[in-house]
């Protein structure tokens, strides 16, 4: 059941998808405007996200008449926006100030860890590979994402305040054209 080659494939291609190293600089902007990363909760939600998505993916989003175009479209708007935000400087996400922690959920969770690109590779993984297999990638994943996530601090301090600038613009643009790709892919005919 368990196939070390397939757990191995599973959690190089949710690594590649995830990205959560090209996702520092927005995690550290993240933790500057929220004072603290929340990375138990961050991960806990895309943990839930990814399991619930691997047995009942396809389900829900037929349920709401979706199809995984609209999804992958609908994520592909959140990313764009945080990229707007990453490169301008510029606050258009508004976060409840009575709902602390709120941005482990939106956009850390989802979209950015587990979103449309991270929930449809999975709906394709399981045509391909064993569900333990990919429970289990997944599983490795998350234990990589919740370090970096509690790194948060730690990698701010190594890369320095003018890296971060940087590293922030320069991520925003790969987001960016991420989100176009996304939206492309998803909404202009091949």
Not at 7 to 34: M, Q, Y
Request: charged share 15%; aromatic share 8%; proline share 3%.
């Amino acid at each position: 059941m368990l196939d070390v080659k397939e757990i191995l494939s599973v959690t190089l291609i949710l690594f590649s998808v995830i990205d959560i190293l090209g996702s520092i600089p927005i995690i550290i902007a993240i933790r500057r405007r929220e004072g603290r990363i929340y990375a138990e909760r961050a991960t806990l939600i895309s943990a839930f996200l990814m399991v619930i998505f691997l047995y009942l993916g396809q389900s829900i989003l037929h349920l709401f008449g979706l199809d995984v175009q609209s999804f992958a479209v609908a994520g592909a708007i959140v990313i764009f926006i945080v990229a707007l935000e990453m490169i301008l400087g510029i606050t258009l996400i508004k976060d409840d100030p009575d709902a602390t922690g709120s941005s482990s959920v939106v956009p850390l969770a989802f979209p950015l860890i587990a979103g449309a690109g991270t929930l449809t590779t999975i709906l394709s993984l399981r045509a391909v590979y064993h569900e333990w297999n990919i429970l289990v990638g997944i599983l490795l994943n998350l234990v990589f994402i919740y370090i970096v996530l509690r790194s948060s601090s730690w990698l701010e301090r190594v890369i320095g305040k003018s890296g971060f600038a940087v590293l922030r613009r320069v991520f925003g643009v790969i987001l960016l054209a991420i989100a176009v790709k996304i939206f492309k892919t998803n909404v202009l005919p091949a």
